[in-house]
Structures are given as structure tokens and as C-alpha cells.
């Protein structure tokens, strides 16, 4: 398979691979699949690897991770590339990957020019070097949430994929999912009247994911880890292992805590159901919060709501004082509550209606995973763009800085993409890099 360079349109492939091309194991013949190289081994990326795997269109052949192997995940589970590793040859009988095939270092990778795709399953830190590289390689990207560190680094990495007209799908699979799509439908087609409010709640606090939580101790960094290539950008930092794997989500210096690692998801469903996927608010106001002292090493918040208007007066609450998941509210009363497996109103009888054709309907992906193959294949859009990922948590990074700034009220522009009169919120729009890293 070809993959595409930099160009305005993704390449088109054939979704339909005829019978005459396909393997002896009854598999897409090796010039007909997507290569693919997955970039960060631990927690998410060997779970969303996994369904690549199962995907005959798909060969991986490549993995890279700072960490050749630890415990230390989710759970203390194993990750690194050792292990990804042997997820792949598990999968593969007559296609092993070798020590050639796995490198801690992701321009390795990218240097590549059998690789059509890759997964970005990094912390959140890394992802605009990560997939700003990929982009201009002509590599297609399957990325994960949060899509960004700093809402300059998400405009970047939105123009760079838009530049090499490769095909980007964001890690945001609640779009993929029946209840939030139904959810949605009935909201757009008016079964609770004009929606007036969106309550979207998320949680709170400092879970200790790795279970090594409390070694906050600076320790020596453990053989097979390139700890300065995992910092990348970020300050400088001793080791502890409870910096790493999965708790790295509740430092300032890696990610937003809960406010961008659940944001990123129910902030998303807000934004397309009232299609404000290519913009956002204008105002933040009612603000409220609770972070650790700045020295801790948890120090995210773990408390937090806000209040976001747009320009059409919709209101859009925020935070963990919400009921969890993403409510929409209508006229007379009338409500749509949507999670995760769960789809819920008042009345209790309109979850019950019938969306026929004759109404709006919305993309249908009922496979996240396997939505990307098939626009990498086809050349469409798929079900979670980038930029529709930017938009979504550039309002989670906003609600961050202005209870950081401790602001009562922060008025933003979505086309210039400025914060109005706010030179101290303007300047965490970015952040410096750590030599020798640029964003550029």
C-alpha cells in the first residue's frame, strides 16, 4: 500500500480488495495492507493495538518506547516494547518482528518508508512533536486523547496533518458508540425542544492508576528506560516511579489531570452535538477549583467547574460538581442524559423514539479502530478529525489556565484563538520546550 505524502488529499485505496490479491492465510496480500508502527507501548497503546491487530487490512511492523520493558502500567501491569513485541508475533505466525523492528526512539521509526500509519499512545507532552513529525512524513495518524499539551501545540499539529492531506482520526471513541450517537440525534432533532444548557461532569481527584502512587522518592532510573527521552520537551525532573505510566496525567508538566483526560471525551460530545465541533465558547465565567501546591508532583486539579457561554447565549457547564457523563437541556423540562452504556431523558419515553431517515442523522462509526482503516483506504473524513479534537480541548486547557490565573472570568475569541485583554492567559496558550526540542 502507498502511503500518502505531503499533498493537498489523502491517497485513495480501494475499500474493496479483491479475492485474487488476498494471501495464503486468507489475509489482504502485504502490498494491499496498511503498515503500521505504534508509537508508545504502555496502557493505551497496547489495548488499541490489540485492535489493529485484529484487523486483517492492518500489519504492524514496528513498535518504539522509551522503556524496553517494566511493570509499572495500569494495574502494575507490563508495557514497553519488549511486550508489544510479543503481542505482535503472538498475532502473526509467519511475520515476526525483530529487535530491528523496535526502537526507543520514534524518528526511527518515522524514518521508515515501508510505514503508511502509525498510533500515538504517548503521554500527553509528546503528542505535537510525535504527530507533527508523523504528519510531515506522509504518515496517516490514529492519535490519542487528549489531543494536546497547549492549545498552540493543537493549532500546529491541526494545520501540519491538514498540510500533508494525511488522514487523522482522534482517539475520542465515545463518537463511535450507539448511546452517544442516539443521544445526540434526538438532541438535533428536536425531541427535547431548543437546548438551552449542557451539564458535562467529570471527575476528580488523583487516582494512583500505577499503583506506585506514593514512591515519590527520587530513585535510579531503571535499566532498559531512556528517562531523558521520556521527558523530551518537559523541564527537567529526577526519576520516582510514581512520575511515570499512566500517573504522569496529574502533573502540569505532562497533561491537565482530569479536567483534559475525561474533557477531551465528554467536552467532544457536547461540541458535535450542537455542531460548535469548529469552534468554541466566548466567555468563561463562575470558576472554581482546587489544585495542590505547584511543588507537589500530583498537583492537577482535583476539583473544578466553570461555566462556558457561546456566542448564541448556549450555556455549557463544566466539572466535577456534574452528574457524570454529558446531559442536554430542553425546553419544559425535558432532558437527555448520555455515558458510557447508558442513555437516559425525561420524559423516559423519548430514548424510546425512532430515528428514521427522513431526520438528521449523524456519522455513523460503530468501530473506531476500524473507521480510521477505512478512511485511510477510502480518503474520507473520518468520525473524529483533528481539528474537531482541538476545538474540544482547547475549552478543557482555557477552563485549566483561568482557574490557574484564579480569573472570575476569562473571554476568549475561536477565530483568532486569543484570549481577549489577558496577556498573563495569552502567554500559557504555549509553553517553552526543554533544549534540544522545538515546536517548530
Same mark, same amino acid.
Not at 11 to 36: H, N, Q
Given at each position: ?174 463518537r463511535s458508540s450507539i448511546h452517544f450517537r442516539k443521544g445526540i440525534e434526538l438532541v438535533r432533532n428536536g425531541f427535547i425542544g431548543k437546548v438551552h444548557t449542557?451539564?458535562?461532569?467529570? #471527575?476528580?481527584?488523583?487516582?494512583? &492508576? +500505577?499503583?506506585?502512587? *506514593?514512591?515519590?522518592? /527520587?530513585?535510579?532510573?531503571?535499566? $532498559? !528506560? ?65 489544585? #495542590?501546591?505547584?511543588?507537589?508532583? &500530583? +498537583?492537577?486539579?482535583? *476539583?473544578?467547574?466553570? /461555566?462556558?457561554?457561546?456566542?448564541? $447565549? !448556549? ?55 476500524r473507521n480510521f482503516v477505512d478512511c485511510v483506504f477510502s480518503g474520507k473524513e473520518p468520525i473524529a478529525p483533528i481539528e474537531d479534537a482541538h476545538r474540544t ?9 483561568? !482557574? ?37
Amino acid at each position: 500500500m502507498k502511503t500518502a505524502a505531503a499533498a493537498s488529499t489523502a491517497v485513495a485505496v480501494p475499500t474493496i480488495i479483491p479475492a485474487s490479491a488476498l494471501g495464503k492465510d486468507g489475509r489482504p496480500a502485504p502490498s494491499e495492507r496498511m503498515t503500521l508502527g505504534c508509537i508508545g507501548n504502555g496502557n493505551n497503546g497496547m489495548n488499541w493495538m490489540r485492535n489493529f491487530l485484529s484487523d486483517d487490512r492492518v500489519q504492524v511492523v514496528a513498535v518504539c518506547d522509551v522503556n524496553k520493558y517494566s511493570k509499572g502500567y495500569w494495574a502494575d501491569r507490563e508495557g514497553g516494547r519488549d511486550v508489544a513485541r510479543a503481542e505482535v508475533n503472538k498475532r502473526y505466525k509467519n511475520q515476526s518482528l525483530t529487535e530491528k523492528d523496535c526502537y526507543p526512539d520514534f524518528r526511527e521509526l518515522l524514518a521508515r518508508k515501508d510505514i503508511d500509519a502509525v498510533q500515538i499512545a504517548t503521554p500527553d507532552h509528546w503528542h505535537a512533536l510525535h504527530v507533527i513529525h508523523a504528519a510531515r512524513a506522509g504518515k496517516h495518524i490514529y492519535g490519542q486523547k487528549p489531543l494536546s499539551l497547549t492549545i498552540r501545540e493543537g493549532r500546529m499539529m491541526s494545520d501540519a496533518v491538514k498540510k500533508a492531506g494525511v488522514t487523522f482520526q482522534t482517539g475520542s471513541q465515545q463518537r463511535s458508540s450507539i448511546h452517544f450517537r442516539k443521544g445526540i440525534e434526538l438532541v438535533r432533532n428536536g425531541f427535547i425542544g431548543k437546548v438551552h444548557t449542557i451539564k458535562v461532569g467529570l #471527575p476528580g481527584g488523583h487516582p494512583d &492508576y +500505577n499503583k506506585h502512587g *506514593r514512591e515519590k522518592e /527520587e530513585t535510579p532510573v531503571p535499566e $532498559g !528506560l531512556d528517562y531523558k527521552l521520556w521527558l523530551g520537551p518537559a523541564p527537567e525532573a529526577f526519576y520516582c516511579p510514581a512520575r511515570l505510566h499512566v500517573n504522569w496525567r496529574w502533573n502540569l508538566d505532562y497533561s491537565g489531570g482530569q479536567v483534559t483526560d475525561w474533557g477531551a471525551h465528554h467536552i467532544d460530545i457536547a461540541q458535535w452535538a450542537m455542531k460548535n465541533q469548529k469552534t468554541g465558547p466566548v466567555s468563561f465565567t463562575n470558576l472554581k477549583g482546587h489544585f #495542590p501546591p505547584r511543588s507537589e508532583l &500530583y +498537583n492537577t486539579a482535583d *476539583r473544578y467547574d466553570w /461555566e462556558c457561554t457561546y456566542k448564541d $447565549g !448556549l450555556k455549557l457547564l463544566v466539572g466535577t460538581g456534574q452528574k457524570g457523563g454529558v446531559t442536554f437541556e430542553g425546553e419544559d423540562g425535558k432532558w437527555i442524559h448520555t455515558n458510557r452504556g447508558r442513555l437516559q431523558s425525561n420524559p423516559g419515553d423519548i430514548v424510546k423514539s425512532k430515528i428514521d431517515d427522513s431526520m438528521e442523522r449523524v456519522y455513523v462509526s460503530n468501530d473506531h479502530v476500524r473507521n480510521f482503516v477505512d478512511c485511510v483506504f477510502s480518503g474520507k473524513e473520518p468520525i473524529a478529525p483533528i481539528e474537531d479534537a482541538h476545538r474540544t480541548i482547547s475549552i478543557a486547557h482555557l477552563g485549566n489556565i483561568a !482557574l490557574q490565573l484564579e480569573r472570575e472570568t476569562l473571554n476568549w475569541n475561536p477565530e483568532k484563538e486569543v484570549v481577549v485583554n489577558d496577556a498573563a492567559a495569552n502567554k500559557m496558550l504555549s509553553r517553552p520546550y526543554r533544549a534540544p526540542w522545538k515546536l517548530a
